[in-house]
Every structure is written in structure tokens, then in C-alpha cells.
């Protein structure tokens, strides 16, 4: 692939948690503002490759081990262990074919995609991803947490002593049914940058280990990043979707700054409006750029931008709108 391709890629949550830190609320920074990991919005492409039958290697899977006391448990493969899994490897401490280890690293969709930091006995590999994904930034200023008290159908069968004493009405709660929570934001909207550079991949045609990223691997991802959030449904990512994405292709030597900071999102009459302020920016190098399309929900959202030639599509059905 010939060029380079920078964007912005939109996450809508509602009454969910796109990105939780450790204590279980909506990730911020130190200054209050809401954000979403890039980790946050590789995880559901990942699986989504992963469950198309696609290699990949840096994602949790388990296996059932059996312990000293010999009991079975299930445990998460480590990365060694991982790269044996999908690699079909007996043991890779044997493999003294470098060559071979790194042509299996890039037939993995997440490495070829993202990179990867290989730091195993005999194999210290690192390579830098043709596609960096920044921080995701929340832009609805009216986003805030929402923590919502569960009762398990379950008694706590523990039978710990308490420090603090309780009410007899508490310890019959207490052994009734178990109490947790759930956290989430009422409404909030992610808009992270990204950019696509072919040429990281050089060093390593030449070594003959990849044939560098492909058309083929743009359209690959391409189609999941703009989907793969909506597809993936857990309990705290039920009202997260996909609900923007925008794509500028260009001259491979056109080098262009963070498109998400001329990001605007407000809340209009009956619909969202997205505004995008780059406009005079893309404008005035419509001579070195080949390609702009932008993808977005029409049901909930309209999109304010000045952008010239842009193709505008429907996320959902890939429609021209």
C-alpha cells in the first residue's frame, strides 16, 4: 500500500462503561476528562478477528492446567504458550529459526496490524505497528458515572468474622443474597485519532519475513474498526456502538496532525450533531490527498463539516448516503 491514512474513529456509550479504570468508573485523566484507552478500542477488533477465524495472538485465552496439588484449574496461556497455541509449535525454546518466528508474528492480523513487543528466550522481537491509535477523548460535557446497586440471587456462603457490627436486618440481607454494582456513564461519546504508515513495515520486506500491509489489510481494517464495538456485547458494553469513523488517504510522504482535536459534538433538536473543523485544513491539500470517506449513524446523528469531496456513508449499511 502506496499511501497513508489518517482518521478519526467515533464510540457512542450509553448507560454503559466504554473503559473502566481499576476502580470500576469511566477512565479520566488527572484534570477530570473522560477518556478511552487505546487498548479499550483494539480489544473488540480483536475479537472479532478471533471469531472470523483470523490469527491473533496478543488477546486472553485460557487452558485447563493441573496444579501441584493436583487439582485442575483454568488458567490464562502465557505468550509462549500462546504463540504454540495458534502456531501449531510443540516448543518454542527449540525454535532456533528466527526467520520463521518472525513470518509467523506478521501472519497474525493483530501484529500486522498493531505491532508487537515479543520478549521471549532466544526471540526479542519488537515491532512498531503500521497502525497507532491514540487516546479516545469523551466530547459530551454533560457525561457523568452512574452506580447502580446489584443483588446476586446467591447468600455470601463466607463465614468471616465481622470488624464493624451489623443489625440483624443486615446479616439477614447479608444471607439472603450478596450486594455488588455497576458502573456506568449516562451518556458519553469517544473520538480517538489514528493514522495508518505503510512504510514501518519496510525494514522488514526487505528482510522477506512480510509482504508489507496490503490494500487487503486496510479493507480488513477498515471494515472491523468501524463495526467491531457494536458486535461486541458483554454485560458492561451492552450501549456501546460504533458511531462515526472518518478516513483521509493520502500521499505516502504527507504527514498530518490529530485529526479528533477539530472534533465538536453537541446535542441537537431530536439528533446529535457532529462537527468537524478540519475543513480548511484537508481543503487546502486536496491536491495530495486521494480519498476521504466518512462513516456515521443517520439515525441519531448529523454530521456539520465543510470537508470537499468527501464520500459520506451509512455505518450500519455501508449505504452512500
Same mark, same amino acid.
Given at each position: 500500500?502506496?499511501k497513508?491514512?489518517?482518521?478519526?474513529?467515533?464510540?457512542?456509550?450509553?448507560?454503559?462503561?466504554?473503559?473502566?479504570?481499576?476502580?470500576?468508573?469511566p477512565?479520566?485523566t488527572?484534570t477530570?476528562d473522560?477518556f478511552?484507552?487505546?487498548?479499550?478500542?483494539?480489544?473488540p477488533?480483536?475479537k472479532?478477528?478471533?471469531?472470523?477465524?483470523?490469527?491473533?495472538?496478543?488477546?486472553?485465552?485460557?487452558?485447563?492446567?493441573?496444579?501441584?496439588?493436583?487439582?485442575i484449574q483454568l488458567?490464562?496461556?502465557?505468550?509462549?504458550?500462546?504463540?504454540?497455541?495458534i502456531?501449531?509449535?510443540e516448543d518454542?525454546?527449540?525454535?532456533?529459526?528466527?526467520k520463521?518466528?518472525?513470518?509467523?508474528?506478521?501472519?497474525?492480523i493483530?501484529?500486522?496490524?498493531?505491532?508487537?513487543?515479543?520478549?521471549e528466550?532466544?526471540?526479542?522481537i519488537?515491532?512498531?505497528?503500521?497502525?497507532?491509535?491514540?487516546?479516545?477523548?469523551?466530547?459530551y460535557?454533560?457525561?457523568?458515572?452512574?452506580?447502580?446497586?446489584?443483588l446476586?440471587p446467591?447468600?455470601?456462603?463466607?463465614?468471616?468474622?465481622?470488624?464493624?457490627? /451489623?443489625?440483624e +436486618?443486615?446479616?439477614?440481607d #447479608?444471607?439472603? $443474597?450478596?450486594?455488588?454494582?455497576?458502573? !456506568?456513564?449516562? @451518556?458519553?461519546?469517544y473520538f480517538?485519532p489514528?493514522?495508518?504508515?505503510?512504510l514501518?513495515?519496510?525494514e522488514?520486506?526487505?528482510?522477506?519475513v512480510?509482504?508489507?500491509?496490503t490494500?487487503?489489510?486496510?479493507? /480488513?481494517?477498515? +471494515?472491523?474498526s468501524?463495526? #467491531?464495538?457494536t $458486535?461486541?456485547?458483554?454485560n458492561?458494553? !451492552?450501549?456501546? @456502538?460504533?458511531?462515526?469513523?472518518l478516513?483521509v488517504e493520502?500521499?505516502?510522504?504527507?504527514y498530518?496532525?490529530?485529526?479528533?482535536?477539530?472534533?465538536?459534538?453537541?446535542?441537537g433538536?431530536g439528533?446529535?450533531?457532529?462537527?468537524?473543523?478540519?475543513?480548511d485544513?484537508?481543503?487546502s491539500?486536496?491536491?495530495?490527498?486521494?480519498?476521504?470517506?466518512?462513516?456515521?449513524?443517520?439515525?441519531?446523528?448529523?454530521?456539520?463539516?465543510?470537508?470537499?469531496?468527501?464520500?459520506?456513508?451509512?455505518?450500519?449499511?455501508?449505504?452512500e448516503?
Open positions: 500500500m502506496n497513508r491514512v489518517y482518521g478519526i474513529l467515533g464510540i457512542a456509550s450509553i448507560m454503559a462503561n466504554w473503559n473502566a479504570d481499576f476502580t470500576g468508573y477512565k479520566t488527572s477530570g473522560i478511552g484507552s487505546d487498548k479499550a478500542f483494539k480489544y477488533m480483536k472479532m478477528w478471533e471469531n472470523s477465524g483470523e490469527k491473533v495472538l496478543y488477546i486472553k485465552s485460557m487452558k485447563l492446567s493441573e496444579s501441584k496439588k493436583e487439582e488458567v490464562p496461556r502465557s505468550l509462549k504458550e500462546r504463540y504454540e497455541y502456531f501449531s509449535e518454542l525454546k527449540k525454535n532456533k529459526d528466527g520463521k518466528v518472525l513470518t509467523n508474528l506478521f501472519s497474525a493483530d501484529v500486522k496490524n498493531f505491532g508487537a513487543t515479543f520478549a528466550e532466544g526471540n526479542n519488537s515491532i512498531t505497528g503500521v497502525v497507532q491509535i491514540g487516546q479516545g477523548f469523551n466530547k460535557e454533560e457525561s457523568y458515572a452512574d452506580e447502580q446497586q446489584i446476586s446467591f447468600r455470601d456462603a463466607s463465614d468471616k468474622p465481622q470488624k464493624n457490627k /451489623k443489625s +436486618e443486615e446479616k439477614e #447479608a444471607k439472603n $443474597s450478596t450486594l455488588g454494582s455497576k458502573i !456506568v456513564s449516562n @451518556e458519553a461519546h480517538y489514528f493514522v495508518i504508515n505503510p514501518a513495515y519496510k522488514f520486506q526487505e528482510l522477506g512480510t509482504e508489507g500491509y490494500e487487503k489489510d486496510y479493507e /480488513k481494517f477498515k +471494515e472491523t468501524i463495526c #467491531a464495538a $458486535s461486541f456485547a458483554t458492561s458494553k !451492552v450501549g456501546c @456502538e460504533n458511531e462515526f469513523a478516513f493520502t500521499e505516502s510522504n504527507l498530518l496532525p490529530n485529526l479528533s482535536q477539530y472534533v465538536e459534538f453537541e446535542k433538536e439528533k446529535n450533531i457532529i462537527k468537524l473543523t478540519c475543513g485544513l484537508i481543503n491539500l486536496k491536491d495530495r490527498i486521494l480519498n476521504i470517506e466518512i462513516y456515521y449513524n443517520p439515525y441519531t446523528t448529523k454530521i456539520d463539516t465543510d470537508i470537499r469531496g468527501a464520500k459520506i456513508y451509512n455505518i450500519f449499511t455501508k449505504q448516503v
